[in-house]
């Protein structure tokens, strides 16, 4: 059984008051924010001289664009359906912005191969073209999922209960991949605050076997510092699920 990362809880904006509500969008999207991040930067200060180093970076490079385009197809499938089912026409923007995302995807991935094959002289000037349309890629994502944590999380809010909202999102986690929750968990758990961080492995612990749990939790110490794994470590072990 694969380490199933869980929804945290976000203060909802409605009339009736504040009460936290489970947010699916969050926690994947800071995951997203900090990989997308990451890549970035790596591409920019990319040295095509060192050609190990550079096929290092561009490896990154697909297993990001491999992770966006399946985090489009997940929302495609599970919450736009679910948006769609309580209020119509609740999800069209955004589906047009996946399929824009879709196609950035493609011409970057093409960008990735051109470079890949380029002549020592020539990766440079193609280095540089790469990261101002990473960073076009980033810019547009960055503004996208603002949008689907307000505008889409409040339309979840208003026609879901938080348990459908849990029934969903199971169903969406049970249609992913062990190694797609591995490199999730990767950058999601060190992008979250404490408390945020502490919650998902706690609701890990209550559907994990302790195995599965233990190897992730592995796989997520070196990106972790000190501090945070210490304050992680008491808070699992102080509430036990
Ligand atoms: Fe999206």
Redesign the pocket.
Known sequence: MTPTLIASKSPAQTATGSAPRVDLYAPIHKALRSFMSDTLLRVGRIDVADIDEMQCTLAQCDELLALCES??HH?NHFMHPAIEARQPSGSVR?AH??EE?LQHIGELRDELATLRAAPRQARAALALRLYRHLALFVAANLQ??HI?ETAHNAALWAHYSDAELMQLHGRLMASIDPREHLLVGRWMLPALTPDERAAVVRGMQAETPPEALMGLLAHIRPHLDDKAWTQLSQATLTHPS
């Open positions: 985090h489009v929302e955004i912005e996946h995302h996208h999922m689907e």
